[in-house]
T-cell receptor
Framework: SQQGEEDPQALSIQEGENATMNCSYKTSINNLQWYRQNSGRGLVHLILIRSNEREKHSGRLRVTLDTSKKSSSLLITASRAADTASYFCATDDQAGTALIFGKGTTLSVSS | GAGVSQSPSNKVTEKGKDVELRCDPISGHTALYWYRQSLGQGLEFLIYFQGNSAPDKSGLPSDRFSAERTGGSVSTLTIQRTQQEDSAVYLC?????????????FGQGTRLTVV
């Protein structure tokens, strides 16, 4: 079952620019998480935002959550070439059991 | 251990053979997830274990796929009579808090190629 859907599918920017990725989901959630994946292998957790939170920061990352629109955004400020990766949002599923991922946004940052 | 460990890293098998993929989660993590990722695609949920509860098998694509978790620790994903469409990276993750409420730690995956 697909819960989250990221937009855009691909994003290309220059170093120093900001990158914004969006995630929409279908059903009520307890929390939403963002992950990063380099080179198609293991994912790394970036940030978790709970359903009663609206905004959260971690370093150059800013995540917002709008439960009324069932959407979240991930903003990476002052991007670097090392930020090149795929970014996924993940939510608990309808049954409140598993962690379900979207299809991801591929970010390319060129120097 | 320091993190989630998966073995083997790569597996090439002939069509029709059975394969077993292993996942060693972080000690003390009660939740364990298996996912499948085809080239350039998102993560497809397969199965979820939480403590001693019955696993959530709702993501398994066919009855050729099964998984077990022994003693609440190591997990094995078994694919019987492999098909070419089973070729993918199989990812395992564990979490201290389950039900999607906590950070999941991922292994590096097993790349399965069925020829």
């Amino acid at each position: 079952s697909q819960q989250g859907e990221e937009d855009p599918q691909a994003l290309s920017i220059q170093e120093g620019e900001n990158a914004t990725m969006n995630c929409s989901y279908k059903t009520s959630i307890n929390n939403l998480q963002w992950y990063r994946q380099n080179s198609g292998r293991g994912l790394v957790h970036l940030i978790l935002i709970r359903s009663n939170e609206r905004e959260k920061h971690s370093g150059r990352l800013r995540v917002t959550l709008d439960t009324s629109k069932k959407s979240s955004s991930l903003l990476i400020t002052a991007s670097r070439a090392a930020d090149t990766a795929s970014y996924f949002c993940a939510t608990d599923d309808q049954a409140g059991t598993a962690l379900i991922f979207g299809k991801g946004t591929t970010l390319s940052v060129s120097s | 251990g320091a993190g989630v460990s998966q073995s083997p890293s790569n597996k090439v098998t002939e069509k029709g053979k059975d394969v077993e993929l292993r996942c060693d989660p972080i000690s003390g993590h009660t939740a364990l997830y298996w996912y499948r990722q085809s080239l350039g695609q998102g993560l497809e949920f397969l199965i979820y274990f939480q403590g001693n509860s019955a696993p959530d098998k709702s993501g398994l694509p066919s009855d050729r796929f099964s998984a077990e978790r022994t003693g609440g620790s190591v997990s094995t994903l078994t694919i019987q009579r492999t098909q070419q469409e089973d070729s993918a990276v199989y990812l395992c993750a564990s979490s201290l808090i389950g039900r999607g409420n906590g950070e999941a730690f991922f292994g590096q995956g097993t790349r399965l190629t069925v020829v």
